[in-house]
């Protein structure tokens, strides 16, 4: 199976920070990264699929980039609405996979 | 689109359990539909797919053989058959339909998940 690491695994930051987490996949995975966020007692909602495209609805200083093997996924200013776990998941290979996820904490 | 998941509760090991999706809002037998779970305080652990043939399924290392997805196209309902459960399997279960059309691949969207707890 497809190794999806995330990190870091817990972030602390404060509103207004700029943040960056990664997700490295142990094969090469083109694009087909996606980014999830959820918040505590919810179901996950996506935020960034195809490695950069936005989906519709989420704010714009959400981004993503990369791709083979290195992705990122930024948020440009963290409002306090931010702070959730986010992971990672490829759909290149089945069965798909997703990262540990990382705990974006005040 | 609404996706209602059912059919969690306490369960013994060695027990089986079947958990249901009823969707709305869409045309259900266009679209693939997934299993997704979540032990208590870990990660996302991807369970099954299950694509709008109603025919073509796969499954996750860890669940393959104990596991079955299905659909009734015509009810709009998921299901998943969890067989011989054990204390590993105890997780919220959310079922989550995959993105359509021309799109890469993702979950859009997602049932609030049914907790299923096995334990004697």
């Known amino acids: 199976d497809i190794q999806m690491t995330q990190s870091p695994s817990s972030l602390s930051a404060s509103v207004g920070d700029r943040v960056t987490i990664t997700c490295r996949a142990s094969q090469g995975i083109s694009t087909y990264l996606n980014w999830y966020q959820q918040k505590p007692g919810k179901a996950p909602n996506i935020l960034i699929y195809?490695?950069?495209s936005l989906q519709s609805g989420v704010p714009s200083r959400f981004s993503g980039s990369g791709s083979g093997t290195d992705f990122t996924l930024t948020i440009g200013s963290l409002q306090p609405e931010d702070f959730a776990t986010y992971f990672c998941q490829q759909t290149y290979y089945t069965p798909r996979t997703f990262g540990q996820g990382t705990k974006l904490e005040i | 689109v609404h996706l209602v998941e059912s059919g969690g509760g306490v369960v013994q090991p060695g027990r089986s359990l079947r958990l249901s999706c009823a969707a709305s809002?869409?045309?259900?037998?266009?679209?693939?539909l997934h299993w997704v779970r979540q032990a208590p305080g870990k990660g996302l652990e991807w369970v099954a797919v299950i694509w709008s043939d109603a025919i073509t399924t796969y499954y996750g290392d860890s669940v393959r053989g104990r596991l079955t997805i299905s659909r009734d196209n015509p009810k709009n309902m998921l299901y998943l058959q969890i067989n011989n459960l054990r204390a590993d399997d105890t997780a919220v279960y959310y079922c989550?339909?995959?993105?359509?059309?021309?799109?890469?691949?993702?979950?859009?969207?997602w049932g609030q998940g049914t907790l299923v707890t096995v334990s004697s």
């Open positions: 809002g869409f045309n259900f037998r266009s679209y693939a």
């Open positions: 989550a339909r995959e993105s359509g059309g021309a799109v890469p691949e993702h979950l859009d969207y």
């Open positions: 195809g490695a950069s």
